[in-house]
């Protein structure tokens, strides 16, 4: 199946840093989506971007298809983006997505 | 437009015992789809139910198991509960689409631990 590999692993910024995590996967996707699971383990849906660039306020996300990786981008970091940013893909006909291991981050005020 | 419910929030039991989770898709979506997450790691996906079928699931044994109702909602059951089953289960829904599942909502998750 396919390989999803997130980096980095772990993530310490200090409140108002920018950070940029990645999600490169092995195989082509037919969907791509980030999502931030806070400390209480909700998953919040952050993007949902098989190719292409979005932004919402201060995240923005670039899906590069074809060199199969996809960017996430943190400007102006709080202390409430804190919590684990995971990549979830879903490649062919599966309809099953397949979690990256995910990128804690903690941002320190 | 209500989220996806889950219930019971948190949840404690013996082993051997047997448990029963519920979900509550978004309003609209058909597919419902069970991960459990063990403390500090990933998502490991369970099971996916749409139109009230079982479409697909992940390498865990037959005692979790689960279904889906006309209405949507849906259930995951869990047997014989061993120590390892503690976990956070967490339910998403989606409309599925010829591609897949075009965007994943999660609830909350149901927290169990087992004594």
């Known amino acids: 199946g396919i390989q999803v590999e997130q980096s980095p692993p772990d993530l310490i910024l200090q409140e108002g840093a920018n950070s940029t995590l990645r999600c490169n996967f092995s195989?082509?996707?037919?969907?791509l989506q980030w999502f931030h699971q806070n400390p209480w383990g909700q998953l919040i849906n952050l993007f949902y971007?098989?190719?292409g660039t979005k932004q919402n306020g201060r995240l923005s996300a670039t899906t590069v298809a074809t060199e199969r990786y996809s960017l996430l981008y943190i400007s102006s970091s709080q202390t409430t983006d804190s919590g684990v940013y995971f990549c979830?893909?879903?490649?062919?006909?599966?309809?099953?997505?397949?979690f990256g291991r995910g990128t804690s981050l903690i941002v320190h005020p | 437009e209500a989220g996806v419910t889950q219930s019971p929030t948190h949840l404690i039991k013996t082993r051997g015992q047997q448990v029963t989770l519920r979900c509550s898709p978004i309003s609209g979506h058909t597919s419902v789809y069970w991960y459990q997450q063990a403390l500090g790691l990933g998502l490991q996906f369970l099971l996916w139910y749409d139109e009230g079928e079982e479409r697909n699931r992940g390498n865990f044994p037959p005692r979790f198991s689960g279904r889906q109702f006309p209405n949507y909602s849906s259930e995951l059951n869990v047997n014989a509960l061993e120590l390892e089953d503690s976990a956070l289960y967490l339910c998403?829904?989606?409309?599925?689409?010829?591609?897949?599942?075009?965007?994943?909502?999660f609830g909350p998750g149901t927290r169990l631990l087992v004594l």
């Open positions: 971007i098989p190719s």
């Open positions: 979830a893909v879903i490649s062919g006909g599966s309809y099953i997505p397949t």
């Open positions: 998403a829904s989606s409309h599925t689409e010829g591609r897949g599942p075009e965007t994943q909502y």
């Open positions: 195989d082509s996707v037919n969907n």
